[in-house]
T-cell receptor
């Protein structure tokens, strides 16, 4: 099976712009979770989608949003970018059932200038 | 989710077994122990997980103490490619609409350096 893919891999944006990141989960997986990784805060959970519904959310401002499509692909959007949003954004897919493991993609490196 | 405590860093000689400890003294009966690793700037890689019993797969073994307050990840024959940050995570499975909803709470992990 193909692994989790994320596009784009690298992105440079200007403060105030918005950005959309994409994640394609492993075939058959219905859950997609998003994480932000920064040197200062480490890996932090953003939100999780299962069957097109957000069922878990971390402690991030409303500028961070996401959605999931019927084919389980997911997008994450960040509006009004701030310098502090520069980070590695990771998505992870899983079957979404109790005890199932999450498999991570390579991440999108976002730099806000 | 229960908190975990891991050493900040460890060294291991190439070819020897790497034993990475993790304390999770406040773990609950319905919480799993997961191990992931992250090689610099890549996405975390799933290694192994368990609930009560010891587990083994092609990558590693997971030994959970009988009281479940601590665990050890064992890489039987460490190679240079095993140099990474290893995360021990305790996760509760939340029943939600008949399926499990959860998030992984990553700590700072253990930086394992495999020495030639």
């Amino acid at each position: 099976k193909a692994g989790v893919t994320q596009t784009p891999r690298y992105l440079i944006k200007t403060r105030g712009q918005q950005v959309t990141l994409s994640c394609s989960p492993i075939s058959g997986h219905r859950s997609v979770s998003w994480y932000q990784q920064t040197p200062g805060q480490g890996l932090q959970f953003l939100f999780e989608y299962f069957s097109e519904t957000q069922r878990n959310k971390g402690n991030f401002p409303g500028r961070f949003s996401g959605r999931q499509f019927s084919n389980s692909r997911s997008e994450m959007n960040v509006s009004t970018l701030e310098l502090g949003d520069s980070a590695l954004y990771l998505c992870a897919s899983s079957e979404g059932t109790s005890g199932s493991e999450q498999y991570f993609g390579p991440g999108t490196r976002l730099t806000v200038t | 989710d229960a908190k975990t405590t891991q050493p900040t860093s460890m060294d291991c000689a190439e070819g020897r077994a790497a034993n990475l400890p993790c304390n999770h003294s406040t773990i609950s009966g319905n919480e799993y122990v997961y191990w992931y690793r992250q090689i610099h700037s890549q996405g975390p890689q799933y290694i192994i997980h368990g609930l009560k019993n010891n587990e083994t797969n092609e990558m590693a073994s997971l030994i959970i103490t009988e009281d479940r307050k601590s665990s050890t990840l064992i890489l039987p024959h460490a190679t240079l490619r095993d140099t990474a940050v290893y995360y021990c995570i305790v996760r509760v499975a939340l029943a939600y609409s008949g399926a499990g909803s959860y998030q992984l709470t990553f700590g700072k992990g253990t930086k394992l350096s495999v020495i030639p």
